[in-house]
């Protein structure tokens, strides 16, 4: 099975800054990848699919990018209201389907 | 307005069994594959199963597989999980999830989730 590393698995970053997360595919899996932003205490939420299409409703300080095996979540612009984990999710296949283990992302 | 209700969760023993339900209303639901999604506390994400929109595929992942049957009643508008042979590890909040468009697995309209523990 394809296996799903994030990096970090946690960060803190201040008000405004530029926020990028790493994920990495075992394998190729062309641009199948979604990202969860999942708040405290909260249901997780679709932010991005296909590696870089941006779901709706989103702000648009988020990005994603990559192919194959190497992708990035990118927050532009750190907002308070970003705190959260992140979640990558591969789906190129049929299941299994594969999280990434999560980045926790504060605020310094 | 799309929403996803997960009933069911409650403390059960080591070996015992349980349904989990999840109530869709707001969109057509035979048109949608949908899956069910677990986190342990304080963990991360684990896909648990899914089903396609007639109940002719289903696929588990290896965790549960033998234990956990995933169904759906679509002129109820329900998705269901059978939980035989419960583990301590089976504790967790269930999410039922819809997959917006297939054959491409992801999640986007998630529900509040039901919490089931596994406890002597």
């Known amino acids: 099975d394809i296996q799903m590393t994030q990096s970090p698995s946690s960060l803190s970053a201040s008000v405004g800054d530029r926020v990028t997360i790493t994920c990495r595919a075992s394998?190729?899996?062309?641009?199948?990848l979604a990202w969860y932003q999942q708040k405290p205490g909260k249901v997780p939420k679709l932010l991005i699919y296909?590696?870089?299409t941006l779901q709706s409703g989103v702000p648009s300080r988020f990005s994603g990018s990559g192919s194959g095996t190497d992708f990035t979540l990118t927050i532009s612009s750190l907002q308070p209201e970003d705190v959260a984990t992140y979640y990558c999710q591969k789906y190129n296949s049929a299941p299994p389907i594969t999280f990434g283990q999560g980045t926790r992302l504060e605020i310094k | 307005e799309v929403q996803l209700v997960e009933s069911g969760g409650v403390v059960v023993q080591p070996g015992g069994s349980l349904r989990l339900s999840c109530a869709a209303s707001g969109f057509t639901f035979d048109d949608y594959t949908m899956h069910w999604v677990r986190q342990a506390p304080g963990k991360g994400l684990e896909w648990v199963s899914l089903?396609?929109?007639?109940?002719?595929?289903?696929y588990y992942a290896d965790s549960v597989k033998g234990r956990f049957t995933i169904s759906r009643d679509n002129s109820k508008n329900s998705l269901y999980l059978q939980m035989n042979s419960l583990r301590t590890e089976d504790t967790a909040l269930y999410y039922c999830?819809?997959?917006?468009?297939?054959?491409?697995?992801?999640?986007?309209?998630w529900g509040k989730g039901t919490t089931v523990t596994v406890s002597s």
């Open positions: 296909a590696a870089s």
């Open positions: 999830a819809t997959n917006p468009r297939i054959p491409y697995y992801y999640m986007d309209v």
């Open positions: 089903i396609s929109w007639d109940g002719g595929s289903t």
């Open positions: 394998q190729g899996i062309s641009n199948y």
